[in-house]
């Protein structure tokens, strides 16, 4: 689907390449702002604006061609990319220690607010300690038949295997050259074969499946392009990268965070790479609206990077006590789902101001931005927003 080769884009020129960098931009950032423009003009109808949207097939497909030169052609040429980031902290996560810290934590909390009185909760606190991982949430702690209906759908440690990994609005599927993950990529309007075409907000999440895991992995080896149906519980990684802004809707990206509850296990991690080229408190308050409304689906931040383009957050899904989990819930609602475009004036003027910022600087500085998304790298999984 691509025009190009990366073999023509190394023969380019310096001003070639900024130029192209501009125009494929460009396209990104026009169906970006077509979208949220029709959001407004027929007063937030975004079941109607989407669905037009899929129906346009050029569009999407010009728009899949951008972003896959932009990753592979202009954001690829440093050790570290989102790519990367998220591959690290899914090693820290389940290959290394995070879990399991994150587990122990869990149980010290129990055990802090457990009362004097006899409870059936200890032998769950050892099965869930030692072996599957912690059915602790806001408070709530399992019972010994909730940790045996729930155990298939909890990961295990000791028996991870392959990582299964969902990579929403995939483009190319970047993911799947790592060995230790089952990638699967799903897109609207895929830009490479090895991703599966599927809208994520119409994807139908089935009861799970009570199977084992190499069972599972052969499902989601055979799948087939259009993907409408998908068992939840069965993946350990769903990854957001630049997708949330796509949607004009702050409704939308709430039910994106939604389904992904669905899809992933207990103990999985859903990953946001959400773009921003600001110092990390200029939206502070914005990620701390976003922490809130996906905490309370029934996730857990477990890390949290602001790069110098970038937000970065891993959420871990929690034991739910609930079948369902309520739309709105005291002071949480879809509208906390926000970014700074969805204003019209603070868009307009984020467009100015960008369009001015890639003017103003030479060609050195110019590619020194661009090339890279995560050139500086700040972590505090405590105290960040």
């Known amino acids: 689907m691509s025009s190009s080769s990366p073999s023509c884009e190394s023969s380019m020129s310096t001003d070639d390449k900024k130029q192209q960098h501009l125009r494929l931009a460009g396209v990104v950032k026009s169906v970006h702002a077509d979208l949220r423009k029709k959001y407004r003009e027929t007063g937030g109808d975004f079941q109607k604006i989407w669905e037009e949207h899929c129906k ?12 896959h030169h932009l990753a592979v052609d202009h954001w690829s040429y440093l050790p570290q990319t989102r790519i990367t980031w998220c591959r690290d902290i899914i090693h820290k996560f ?15 909390r129990l055990r802090h607010h457990q ?11 050892e099965k869930t300690s030692s072996a599957s991982g912690s059915l602790v949430a806001s408070g709530s ?15 295990m440690l000791d028996s991870l295997g392959k990582i299964r990994l969902l990579d929403v609005g995939s483009c190319f599927n970047p993911f799947l050259q790592f060995e230790e993950f089952l990638a ?17 907000l119409h994807l139908e999440t089935q009861e799970p499946l009570q199977v084992a895991p190499d069972t599972l992995e052969t499902l989601l080896n055979n799948l087939k392009s259009p993907v409408q149906k998908l068992p939840q519980c069965s993946f350990h990684v769903v990854v957001f990268s630049l ?31 959400s773009p921003d ?26 890390h949290y990077t602001k790069l110098e383009h970038l937000h970065c957050m891993a959420f871990r899904k929690l034991y739910n006590m609930q079948d369902e989990i309520s739309l709105i819930a005291g002071d949480i609602y879809p509208d906390m789902m926000y970014i700074p475009q969805d204003s019209n004036d603070r868009e307009s003027d984020f467009q100015d101001n960008l369009i001015q910022s890639i003017f103003d600087v030479d060609n050195k500085e110019f590619f020194e931005r661009t090339r890279s998304e995560l050139p500086n790298e700040f972590s505090d999984e405590e105290d960040s927003p």
Request: hydrophobic share 35%.
């Open 56 to 67: 346009n097939g050029q569009l999407l497909t010009d728009y899949a061609d951008a972003m």
């Open 94 to 108: 389940f290959l290394q220690d995070g879990l399991q810290k994150a587990r122990d934590k869990d149980m010290r």
């Open 115 to 125: 009362t004097e009185q006899n409870s059936p909760l200890e032998g769950c606190v």
């Open 141 to 155: 702690v399992c019972r010994p038949e909730d940790y045996r209906n729930q155990k298939q759908n909890i990961v």
């Open 184 to 200: 699967v990529g799903i897109d609207i309007s895929p830009a490479k074969s090895s991703v599966y075409r599927c809208d994520f």
């Open 243 to 273: 997708l949330l802004e796509y949607f004009p809707s702050p409704y939308q990206r709430w039910l994106c965070c939604l389904k992904a509850h669905k899809l992933l296990m207990i103990d999985g991690l859903l990953l946001i790479v």
């Open 277 to 302: 080229s600001h110092q990390q408190h200029r939206n502070a308050h914005m990620m701390k609206s976003w922490k809130k409304a996906i905490e309370a689906m029934g996730f857990s931040r477990w």
